[in-house]
Nanobody, 112 residues
Framework: QLQASGGGLVQAGESLRLSCTAS???????MAWYRQAPGQQRQMVAS???????NYADSVKGRFTISRNNARNSVYLEMNSLKPEDTAVYYC?????????WGQGTLVTVSS
């Protein structure tokens, strides 16, 4: 089970930090953040491998930073310089082989 938190309503240019904690050990799992805007498909925002390799969607490079704390089975998403187009429900995800788990989603709304 994944529990995400940290969403909210902010103005353009402001920052938010999302957190997600798993109920099991995720040290060997890929961890990622996805988002889904109204009427759009869910898309990957950022991922971090067990070894710390990072991957970002082009739309968030230079603004968002993903990190993980293996001792806490947690993944974080630091979002800076937020834009109205970042408005979406953000989901955390963990995956290893055929296993994949999703969090419940947290809403981020960025006003212009």
């Amino acid at each position: 089970q994944l529990q995400a938190s940290g969403g909210g309503l902010v103005q353009a240019g402001e920052s938010l930090r999302l957190s997600c904690t798993a109920s099991r050990n995720t040290n060997a799992f890929f961890m990622a953040w996805y988002r889904q805007a109204p009427g759009q498909q869910r898309q990957m925002v950022a991922s971090i491998s067990p070894g710390g390799h990072l991957n970002y969607a082009d739309s968030v490079k230079g603004r968002f930073t993903i990190s993980r704390n293996n001792a806490r089975n947690s993944v974080y998403l630091e979002m800076n310089s937020l834009k109205p187009e970042d408005t979406a429900v953000y989901y955390c995800n963990t995956a290893r082989g055929s296993m994949m788990y999703w969090g419940q989603g947290t809403l981020v709304t960025v006003s212009s």
